[in-house]
């Protein structure tokens, strides 16, 4: 057993992490013990509650929403593989658009530094097509 801090630690995550997703209904609070003498009144965390940390945190980096964090953990283990399936399959296709601009965005910015490395006189052409109004309008 251990403490929010030592949850905190166990998941990579600072407290008010552990709180905020305690807020949003993905992770549980503990009863907080009772004052009995020599008691602190110390909520205790347990290995689940880290392996559910840990869970949270994996699922995130993968992308996922934390709504559709609260979906997977409430899925049964054992009987909903379509519709974690389905999640992820959901998720996939974001991460291929998401790559796919990345990979725009790199390719004219490449474009442009190679243009400016051609250049020694005029405008940059970085600085001119960041300053151009046609981006303005495009963001």
């Known amino acids: 057993m251990t403490t929010i801090a030592g949850l905190a630690r ?18 549980a609070t503990p009863a907080r013990p009772e004052k009995l003498g020599l008691g602190s009144g ?14 949270i945190r994996s699922a995130q980096t993968a992308g996922f929403t934390l709504e559709q964090i609260g979906e997977l953990l409430s899925l049964d283990a054992a009987t909903d593989h379509a519709r974690a399936r ?12 998401r790559i796919e601009e990345l990979q725009r965005a790199r390719a004219a910015l490449h474009h442009l530094a190679e243009a400016c490395a051609g250049t020694r006189a005029g405008l940059c052409p970085i600085i001119e097509a960041f300053d151009a109004p046609a981006l303005e309008t495009a963001l």
């Open 86 to 97: 389905g999640l992820a399959t959901a998720q996939l296709a974001v991460l291929d658009a």
């Open 42 to 55: 110390v909520r205790r965390y347990g290995s689940e509650d880290i392996r559910r940390l840990r869970f």
């Open 10 to 27: 166990a998941g990579g995550v600072g407290i008010e992490t552990v709180r905020f997703y305690q807020r949003r209904g993905l992770l």
